[in-house]
Structures are given as C-alpha cells and as structure tokens.
C-alpha cells in the first residue's frame, strides 16, 4: 500500500507539470502542493489538524490574498509579507487550525513576487484534486486519516496571540536580511512552516536541529538538481522531473527519518524561482539555521510566564522601599 500511495504522489506532481505546460504560466508551479500530497498521501497520521474539506478553502483563500498583496503592494515588499503572515495568522487563530501550508502558500507570492492569478487557479485544483484522492485512501485502507481534534470556531487565547507574536517577531528580522541580499531562499515559505511546525508544544524535531538542518540542505540540493540539470540542462518535461526530484528528495528524507511535508516541498522551490538557483541550498540553510535557533530558545517560555513573574516581584519590591 505504501509503493500505491507513493505512485499517486508522483502522479500529482506529474500532473502539475502537465497544467504549467498546458497554461505556459511558470506561476502555475506550486511547491507546497508537494508537501500536501505528502502529507495527506504517504503520511499515515494526518499531520495537520484541520478539516478535509477546509484545506482547498483555507489555500485558495490564502493564495489570493498572497497574489493580490504582491500585485498591490509591489513596491512594499516588506509591508506585503508582513500583512500576509498577519492575515494568514489570524485565520489559522480563529479555526484553532494547524494547517500551516497556509502560511506558505500566502506568502510564496510575496516572496517570488508572484502577480499572475493562475497561482490561485493552480493551488485550488491541486489542493482540491490531492484531497479527493486522501479521502480515497481512507475508504479503502486502513490509513488514518483522522484529525487529533476537529478545529472549530472560538475565542482566541492569550497564550495563543503571544506564540504568534514570537514567530512574527522572530521572522521579521530574515525578511529584512533577505529583502536586503535581494535573496528569497533565505525566507523560503516552507521553511516558515517548519519553523512554526517545530515552535509547537508537544513537537520533539527541535530536539534534532542538526538532522533537520542536514535533510534541508541535501533536499535542497535535490530541487537544485531537478532544476538545473534534468529541467534546465537535458530539457526533460516538468511532467517527469518535478516526480523524479520529490521521490529523490523523499528517500533522503526516509534515509535521515526526519520526514516533515515542508521538507518535501523546499525540493521543488527551485522551479519556482527565476534564474540561478545554485545557491539556493546555502542560503535555505543558513535561514533554517537561525529559524531553528529561534524555535529552540526559551522565549515563548518567557512570554507565558514572564508577566506573572513581573507582576509578583513588583508588589515585593514595593514593600522593601516602604
């Protein structure tokens, strides 16, 4: 069952080749759909808690607001990637979702400055096809395909916004480094879904920085590959390469056991991206290596328990003046 769900994630991203071939749009590429299929297709536990039928609304949503942020605020980069995390934040916040894909596929625009409205048309036929075929799965094998917990609509707490907070503020300052150097890699989408994916509680990844730093780098060397030599160099149709560089990256992945869904899609950035891309895997490390000293410092401790430590001390002090 294994080698089948495999096959109908190198079916998929075959298909996605045949579409940018069919629409002659290079914004058709959609590198998180590689992660999705991964997820929702190899994986056995779904790793995302959120509704099935949510995941096409979430994304498509998610893209046209990437897509019209990048048109409208062309010259504001910064200002765009800032009220697409903002925005894309608040969605996920208000379902008390975990489908962080979302993240990525708003702010992949942004960062490629993606103005092309077949970016959107791509993600809501590969999203939506790519969840049929996981709803297949489930009826027809034993696969669980269940969430942890069925998101819903509510309040938000504290604890909550503050988490969002550090991660904001922990990016912000790799989207002005990058906008600076004029390199992308080094805020690549996916690589915010795993910093968010290890920044929360429970996850144990963190634990293994220099694995998951190793997987990024050498799966990033696998989309170089595809790009550079099997697309760029023997001219072989997306149809074939995009399918030959997850499988490649996907064995890497299974070879260091760390396999995370935005690994899979940080493989097939580099069809993404215009020009050289030779130097994608350098700088997608280096910015998952700060991402990854960020997601393992003891901050977020500090912004759950830091004010009420303030607020005991301060009645104290008080008492010592008087």
């Known amino acids: ?9 190198l079916t998929t991203l075959a298909l996605m080749g045949v579409l940018v071939h069919f629409l002659h749009d290079r914004s058709a590429i959609y590198p998180p759909a590689a992660a999705l299929a ?3 297709l190899v994986m ?3 790793p995302w808690k959120v509704v099935a039928w949510q995941i096409p609304g979430f994304l498509t949503v998610a893209a046209l607001m990437g897509t019209a942020l990048a048109t409208w605020l062309a010259g504001y980069p910064v200002i765009a990637f800032t009220i697409g995390f903002l925005l894309t934040a608040m969605l996920l916040l208000f379902t008390h979702a975990t489908f962080f894909p979302t993240l990525a596929t708003c702010l992949l625009p942004v960062v490629l400055h993606i103005t092309s409205w077949t970016y959107p048309v791509s993600v809501l036929l590969m999203s939506s096809f790519i969840v049929l075929l996981s709803a297949g799965i489930s009826r027809s ?17 504290s604890v909550q916004v503050r988490q969002w907070t ?18 992308g890699a080094l805020i690549a989408p996916p690589l915010l879904v795993i910093f968010v994916t290890l920044c929360q509680p429970g996850d144990k990844k963190h634990r293994h920085p220099r694995r998951v730093l190793t ?6 060397c696998c989309g170089v590959v595809g790009r550079m030599v ?3 160099r023997l001219a072989l149709p997306l149809a074939i390469v995009m399918p030959l560089t997850w499988a490649l990256a996907f064995s890497v992945m299974r070879v260091t056991h760390v396999i995370m869904p935005p690994l899979a899609a940080t493989s097939l950035l580099p069809f993404a991206i215009p020009g050289d891309v030779s130097l994608f895997p ?24 830091g004010m009420v430590v303030l607020v005991q001390r301060a009645p104290s002090s008080d008492s010592h003046r008087l």
């Open 1 to 9: 069952m294994f080698a089948v769900r495999c096959l109908l994630v």
């Open 38 to 40: 991964t997820g929702l």
């Open 44 to 46: 056995d536990r779904r």
């Open 141 to 157: 094998s034993c696969q669980d395909m269940a969430s942890p917990q069925i998101p819903r609509l509510g309040g938000i707490t």
């Open 166 to 183: 550090l991660i904001g503020a922990a990016i912000l300052p790799l989207m002005l480094f990058a906008e600076f150097l004029h390199q």
């Open 215 to 220: 997987t990024l780098f050498l799966v990033s």
């Open 230 to 232: 099997l697309w760029d």
């Open 282 to 305: 350098v700088f997608a490390t280096f910015g998952g290596a700060y991402l990854m000293i960020c997601a393992r410092t003891d901050v977020r401790r500090f912004l759950r328990h």
